[in-house]
């Protein structure tokens, strides 16, 4: 039953995450990233460097919010392995799977205008396996989400 518990949290927070990101998120970005496409179009050099700066800064900040997603179910997961009657493999693999799936859901909803369009959404999946393995790295970039938990990390 704690299994149960744990996934079927998981899972109606990654539909949270899934349909808010798309329905809120997805619209700001594509009414920044259309005068930078614009930018682009015009052909002159200073202008699209800046529009492709712009639009890799964007990636980054995709990333970090997107990373929260991997790194709140690295510590869910850190935080039920150590009740009792629990087994750490069944949870990490469910936890990836959820956390992969609920990007890539992400993912394949928004639209695609190039390699950084999609950067931030592979950066996100490969934090899941970044934080797992060392959950120190996790502090380093989000200090205040285990405190946010109660994560005793």
């Not at 712009?54 to 970090?64: E, I, N, P």
């Not at 990373?67 to 629990?86: D, E, F, Y």
């Not at 609920?102 to 999946?125: Q, T």
Request: aromatic residues 16%; charged residues 10%.
């Amino acid at each position: 039953m704690t299994y149960l518990k744990y996934a079927g949290f998981m899972i109606f927070w990654g539909w949270i995450l899934a349909t808010g990101y798309v329905r809120y998120v997805f619209p700001i970005i594509a009414s920044v990233n259309k005068p930078l496409e614009d930018l682009e179009a015009t052909g002159n050099r200073y202008p699209g460097l800046m529009a492709l700066l712009v639009r890799f800064l964007l990636a980054l900040a995709q990333t970090w919010v997107l990373g929260i997603w991997s790194a709140w179910c690295v510590l869910r997961t850190m935080a039920c392995i150590k009740l009792p009657g629990t087994n750490g493999w069944l949870y990490y693999i469910s936890a990836f799977f959820i956390c992969e799936g609920i990007l890539g859901i992400v993912a394949k909803r928004e639209p695609y205008n190039g390699v950084i369009s999609v950067l931030h959404s592979a950066l996100a999946m490969g934090l899941f396996v970044m934080f797992a393995l060392n959950p120190a790295f996790l502090l380093t970039i989000y200090p205040w989400l285990p405190g946010m938990m109660r994560s005793p990390l």
